[in-house]
């Protein structure tokens, strides 16, 4: 988990609410990954981003929102119109291309929403 | 488009015997594949991954991987199993050219004392 840190641990909303996950890595890396985690289902990609200014839908991104102002910092906001927004998150950050390829995942956030 | 398999979702070992966790995959072209590793409530830390050469791959705490091209089958294993190594461990592929990782939907390892 080292060089990348997401706050809070938990977080618990309630329905209809906004919420916004907060992600900073320290490893000097350009590109970063939002994933969610589901019981038997795997992780499933979020939003990602190659460079400052910059990010791409993943597979799931309805419901969600990301912004990449900073390198370090790839916050990701679970807006009222996801619609099974309780889940486990994880951010990642990528090094290297092709052959040195490799993600670090930071702690992840577990967030409940009632 | 690409895809991983991770057939069992539960594997049960006693500790000291060998452990085998399964992944298939389908890429187009040369895959890049990883295994990682979870822990309660944690993260995900990577174990090892398969790029190009030797088809046995050696990661960390004694894991090994097997790539098997005519199989499409990157099976992870470790000779001796401890209680310690009970997790979840995901398999995952990258396309050449990808920008992504493409993840198993994890496989549940449990090591009997």
């Known amino acids: 988990d080292g060089g990348i840190t997401q706050s809070p641990k938990y977080l618990f909303r309630k329905e209809g609410q906004n919420v916004t996950l907060s992600c900073e890595q320290n490893?000097?890396?350009?590109?970063m990954y939002w994933y969610r985690q589901d019981p038997g289902q795997g992780l499933r990609l979020i939003y990602y981003?190659?460079?400052?200014?910059?990010?791409q839908k993943g597979d799931i991104a309805e419901g969600y929102s990301v912004s990449r102002e900073k390198k370090e910092s790839f916050p990701l906001t679970v807006t009222s119109a996801q619609k099974n927004p309780t889940a486990f998150y994880l951010c990642?950050?990528?090094?290297?291309?092709?052959?040195?390829?490799?993600?670090?995942f930071g702690p992840g956030t577990r967030l409940t929403v009632t | 488009a690409q895809s991983v398999a991770q057939p069992e979702d539960q594997v049960n070992v006693a500790e000291g015997n060998p452990l085998t966790v399964k992944c298939t995959y389908s890429?187009?072209?040369?895959?890049?594949l990883f295994w990682y590793v979870q822990y309660p409530n944690r993260g995900l830390q990577f174990l090892l991954k398969?790029?190009?050469?030797?088809?046995l791959v050696k990661g960390s705490y004694g894991f090994e991987a097997e790539f098997n091209k005519s199989q499409t089958s990157f099976h992870l294993k470790k000779p001796s199993a401890l209680v310690s190594d009970s997790a979840l461990y995901f398999c995952?592929?990258?396309?050449?050219?990808?920008?992504?990782?493409?993840f198993g939907t994890g496989t549940r390892l449990t090591v009997i004392p």
């Open positions: 990642a950050s990528r090094t290297g291309t092709g052959l040195f390829y490799e993600q670090y």
């Open positions: 490893l000097n890396h350009d590109a």
């Open positions: 981003s190659q460079i400052v200014n910059d990010f």
């Open positions: 890429v187009s072209g040369n895959p890049y």
């Open positions: 398969y790029i190009t050469g030797d088809n």
């Open positions: 995952a592929v990258r396309q050449t050219g990808a920008n992504n990782l493409f």
